[in-house]
Each structure stands twice: as structure tokens, then as C-alpha cells.
């Protein structure tokens, strides 16, 4: 499904991905595609088991050209770089692209929230950012998707007939107009196009 045909006054500066179950899968599938001089950062929220370390962001980062790695307090968002959110954290991106950690409440019954994440980046970025969703049961991500669209940000989300799980991105599709709606094989090939402006929608 395409969106509006929205002209872009302003690149986009940062992709937000929230996915739950199937989307170790998916996040394999989106970020193998991406180019290592992809020109933005990319934050990530997995559902994880929250009582174990993980090894996802080793295993994702063996297999992306882009540097995977799990998000630390603090820091500061660059290109070419995925932060995945550490089990059992929220993570929020506050003005000039540092990330914050959070112990906060589980929201729908999930921490890390990708709900929490997209309305952290919606306040921030604004129409600079891209919010994707993938595969995963529960309506995680439907309400961000919100807050992204009223502060001007593009939707992309897999396509629910389409992916392992359509819990999410159904729920996505059922808050907001998506900006486009996609099969995972042709998602990393639009966040290309849409952030070095040779897509628009």
C-alpha cells in the first residue's frame, strides 16, 4: 500500500524497527540487504526473553554489513550503525541522537517497548524519521505508529499477509495510513531508496 505522494523538504536522519516473534528472521533479512555506508542510524526493538543475556546483536552483526550492536546509555546514534535495545530495557533516544536506557514500566506487557521507541523518536526526529514494523504477534508498535504519523514521520511496515507473524504490522496497518506496506525481501531496498532520496512517496 502507498501513502500520500509526499514531497520531502528534509532527508530522513534516522530508522526506527520494532519486531517480535519471527523477527531475529526478519532483522537477518532487512539489515544482510544494507549497505555498510548506509547513511543513518538504525534503533531496534526485539522482544527478548528478558532473563537471559542475548547473542542476537553478534549474530545479526556477523551477518549485516552494517556494525549490530547492543545499545549502551549514553551514546550518541551514528550511520551505518544498528543499536538493538538489551533485554528487559526500553530504549528512547533523546535530543541529538543519545540513547537512554530505561527500567520503566512494561508496556503491554513488553520492555523493551517499540511503542515507547517510536514516541521517542517521533518527538525528536519528526519528519526526519522512519519507523518500520515487522513481523511479531501483539499490537506493539501501533500506537508509536501514531505518534510518528501526527509528528510528520513515514510508516513502513511489512506486509501482514506476508510475514511469519501478523499480529504487529496488522495492528500497525489498523491505526494508521501506512506510508507503504511491503514484503520483508523488498523493505531493505526501500529504507535505501527513501534515505538516499531516490524514492519518494
Given at each position: 500500500m502507498l501513502g500520500l505522494n509526499r514531497s520531502r523538504?528534509?532527508?530522513?536522519?534516522?530508522?526506527?524497527?520494532?519486531?517480535?516473534?519471527?523477527?531475529?528472521?526478519?532483522?537477518?533479512?532487512?539489515?544482510g540487504a544494507l549497505p555498510a555506508d548506509f547513511p543513518v542510524p538504525l534503533v531496534i526493538v526485539q522482544h527478548l526473553d528478558p532473563h537471559h543475556d542475548t547473542v542476537l546483536a553478534?549474530?545479526?552483526?556477523?551477518?549485516?554489513?552494517?556494525?549490530?550492536?547492543?545499545?549502551?546509555?549514553?551514546?550518541?546514534?551514528?550511520?551505518?550503525?544498528?543499536?538493538?535495545?538489551?533485554?528487559?530495557?526500553?530504549?528512547?533516544?533523546?535530543?541529538?541522537?543519545?540513547?537512554?536506557?530505561?527500567?520503566?514500566d512494561k508496556?503491554?506487557?513488553?520492555?523493551?517497548?517499540?511503542?515507547?521507541?517510536?514516541e521517542s523518536v517521533a518527538e525528536v526526529y519528526g519528519p526526519t524519521a522512519l519507523f518500520c514494523v515487522l513481523t511479531g504477534t501483539g499490537f506493539d508498535g501501533s500506537k508509536g505508529a501514531k505518534a510518528a504519523m501526527s509528528h510528520g514521520g513515514t510508516v513502513v511496515a511489512e506486509d501482514p499477509s506476508t510475514a511469519e507473524f501478523k499480529g504487529m504490522p496488522q495492528a500497525v496497518a489498523n491505526a494508521v495510513a501506512v506510508d507503504l506496506m511491503l514484503p520483508l525481501k523488498d523493505i531493505a531496498g526501500a529504507l535505501v531508496a527513501l534515505t538516499d532520496g531516490t524514492r519518494s512517496l
Open positions: 523538504a528534509v532527508p530522513y536522519e534516522i530508522v526506527a524497527i520494532g519486531t517480535s516473534a519471527g523477527g531475529v528472521k526478519a532483522l537477518v533479512t532487512v539489515l553478534e549474530i545479526l552483526d556477523r551477518r549485516s554489513p552494517l556494525r549490530v550492536k547492543l545499545a549502551e546509555p549514553g551514546e550518541v546514534a551514528a550511520g551505518g550503525v544498528a543499536y538493538l535495545a538489551p533485554p528487559d530495557r526500553h530504549l528512547l533516544v533523546a535530543p541529538g541522537g543519545k540513547l537512554v536506557l530505561s527500567k520503566g508496556v503491554r506487557f513488553v520492555r523493551p517497548s517499540a511503542d515507547l521507541l517510536f
